[in-house]
């Protein structure tokens, strides 16, 4: 159950039409009936979800043109959620080790899960104007969740991203596994992007998802 200042935050993300070239991809990707055969797309930007308690916030990049953007929740539906939501489930943040659709039960306890640009970027790629554009939202829900410790940061784009939102020179370089105190209270926390590509070649695993996780738990419950 989300409480006033994350329902305003969603409110907002919902109804923003900020970023001509998103808002074409997002409603251009639901018209690609190829990508999922008969899927009834949610097409608009996609807000956080999870715990309004959350002591740790898993930050991906974007929305994933048929993932995110197809379900409306973050992390559903797409590769990306195939690799990291049994891990997030093997740390106690997830209820359930799959996250397919809005309606799955799936519930955070703890955790806190967006992507810093919120609708899908052709390519995966947000130009410099969009991630600005979006960052609003991230402050805001940072803000909107008091228990807040640690962001995961997932990919060097997204640890970049968290930097210039919360204003926090110097700019330490990221890395999996890397740990940089913010400006605003929370602990940065960098872990490689569970991109099919990263888990396909063995560059992210099973394993060093844990670990990352492992570690934001232990920092939450420091
Ligand atoms: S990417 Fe962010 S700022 Fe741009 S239209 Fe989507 S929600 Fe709005």
Not at 150 to 177: E, M, N, Q
């Amino acid at each position: 159950m989300k409480r006033g200042p994350l329902s305003a935050v969603e409110a907002a993300v919902v109804g923003c039409r900020r970023c001509p070239r998103l808002v074409t991809r997002r409603e251009e990707a639901a018209d690609d009936s190829r990508a999922v055969p008969g899927a009834a797309y949610w097409a608009r930007p996609v807000p956080g979800f999870g715990d309004p308690a959350a002591r740790v916030f898993v930050l991906g990049l974007a929305t994933a043109a048929h993932g995110g953007n197809r379900t409306g929740r973050a992390f559903t539906g797409n590769p990306s959620a195939d690799s990291l939501m049994p891990a997030m489930h093997r740390a106690g943040f997830a209820s359930r080790a799959t996250s397919e659709h809005r309606g799955d039960g799936l519930h955070l306890d703890g955790a806190w899960m967006a992507s810093v640009v919120r609708c899908p970027p052709p390519g995966n790629r947000p130009t410099p104007g969009e991630r600005d554009r979006c960052l609003p939202y991230l402050r805001a829900e940072v803000a909107a969740l008091p228990a807040l410790r640690v962001i995961v940061a997932l990919g060097g784009w997204t640890w970049s991203a968290v930097l210039k939102a919360f204003d926090a020179p110097p700019r330490p370089r990221f890395g999996h596994g890397a740990e940089h105190r913010l400006p605003a209270g929370p602990l940065l926390l960098g872990c490689y992007h569970p991109s099919r590509q990263n888990t396909a070649t063995g560059v992210l695993t099973a394993p060093m998802l844990d670990d990352v996780l492992g570690r934001a738990r232990e920092l939450a419950d420091a």
